[in-house]
């Protein structure tokens, strides 16, 4: 959802990474019948994405890190070089 609204925001978002393999997800959509509003609201949100050409990755390994850009995760702007978790990463210059 924030990548979505980063996008109609006007912001250039490159790629989202999904945590969640395929398979996770074909698991989660039998209890996700249960909340068939939220499911057509997330299928709404990629689909907006990958039109508005935003990369979708599934499962993603990350294996290294490299640059000269500080990394602050999100919801931490203060917190530069950090340890990365599975949370969402942006990184820019901080000059």
Not at 8 to 36: E, W, Y
Not at 81 to 95: F, Q, V
């Amino acid at each position: 959802m924030v990548a979505y609204q980063y996008v109609k925001a006007g912001a250039n978002v490159l790629a989202v990474l999904d945590a969640a393999s395929f398979a996770d997800k074909v698991k989660a959509s039998v209890l996700m019948a249960a909340a068939p509003g939220q499911l057509l609201r997330g299928l709404a949100f990629r689909r907006y994405l990958a039109r508005n050409g935003v990369a979708l990755h599934e499962a993603p390994a990350l294996s290294a890190l490299r640059g000269d850009r500080k990394w602050r995760a999100c919801g931490s702007p203060r917190a530069v070089g950090r340890t990365i978790s599975n949370a969402t990463l942006w990184g820019w210059d901080s000059d």
